[in-house]
Nanobody
Framework: QVQLVESGGGLVQAGGSLRLSCAAS????????MGWFRQAPGKEREFVGG??????????ADSVKGRFNISRDNANAKNTVYLQMNSLKPEDTAVYYC??????????????????WGKGTLVTVSS
């Protein structure tokens, strides 16, 4: 069982930055690929970025490439994955969710494939 808790959301002006964190419980964190997804009001949940279980591969949605960066810290039992968001736009406004999937890696990440989910953190970007 893995429990995920997101933090770092808030209100930011367009062009600003935020860093989201996702703290994971469980001793097998390093065996899980970690993804970030988001859901805007009235829209379906969509993939934002993912990092493979070994940390060696990352993938991003086209809409955030070059602006967002995903990383993970498996050392010292931190068990945390981060999403650094730069040059934020109003269309980035959404609830951001962290998710985990056993041994996941690569370029294709789908919400229905993920094993565990956090409760989300709200990001609001004002124009």
């Amino acid at each position: 069982q893995v429990q995920l808790v997101e933090s770092g959301g808030g209100l930011v002006q367009a062009g600003g930055s935020l860093r989201l964190s996702c703290a994971a419980s469980g001793r097998t964190f390093s065996s899980f690929g970690m993804g970030w997804f988001r859901q805007a009001p009235g829209k379906e949940r969509e993939f934002v970025g993912g990092i493979g279980w070994s940390g060696g591969s990352t993938a991003y949605a086209d809409s955030v490439k070059g602006r967002f960066n995903i990383s993970r810290d498996n050392a010292n039992a931190k068990n945390t994955v981060y999403l650094q968001m730069n040059s934020l736009k109003p269309e980035d406004t959404a609830v951001y969710y962290c998710a985990a999937r056993w041994k996941a890696y690569g370029r294709q990440w789908y919400a229905h494939d993920m094993d565990y989910w956090g409760k989300g953190t709200l990001v609001t970007v004002s124009s």
